[in-house]
C-alpha cells in the first residue's frame, strides 16, 4: 500500500478493488455450487478487499492524505448488504471511519 502512489492514484487503486470486489457470480454453477462459491470464494475475497481498506486508512493515512476519498468510501460501504459476514464487516468499517467523514463532509460542504 506504501508505494502504489508511484504508479496509480488512490482513486485509480480504490477503483480497481471495487471493481474486484463486485466480481461476478458464475453463471454455469448449480444453485450448490454457487452457494460453496460464494462461501469459499467470494465472501473470503470480498472480506480481504475489506480489510486491505482498513489497513489503508489506519495505517497509511488515506483519510489524511486524501479526504476525497471519503466520498466514494461511504457509498460502497453503504450498499454492502450481504452476504451477512461481509455486510457486518463494512458497517463495521463504517462506523470506524464515522467521524473522519463528519469532520471532512462539515469541513467541506461545498463538495457535497
Not at 493515512?61 to 463494512?90: C, K, M, N, W, Y
Request: hydrophobic share 45%; charged share 20%.
Amino acid at each position: 500500500m506504501m508505494s502504489f502512489r508511484t504508479f496509480a492514484t488512490p482513486n485509480e487503486v480504490f477503483s480497481l478493488l471495487i471493481e474486484r470486489f463486485d466480481m461476478p457470480l458464475p453463471s454455469t454453477m448449480s444453485p450448490t455450487e454457487l452457494s460453496h462459491w460464494i462461501e469459499k470464494y467470494l465472501e473470503p475475497k470480498q472480506l480481504r478487499i475489506l480489510n486491505i481498506i482498513r489497513i489503508w486508512i489506519e495505517e497509511h493515512g488515506l483519510i489524511q492524505d486524501d479526504p476525497h476519498i471519503l466520498l466514494r468510501i461511504v457509498p460502497f460501504l453503504a450498499s454492502i448488504v450481504s452476504p451477512p459476514t461481509v455486510a457486518a464487516e463494512a458497517a463495521s468499517l463504517h462506523l470506524f471511519i464515522e467521524r473522519p467523514v463528519r469532520l471532512f463532509c462539515h469541513s467541506n460542504s461545498t463538495y457535497l
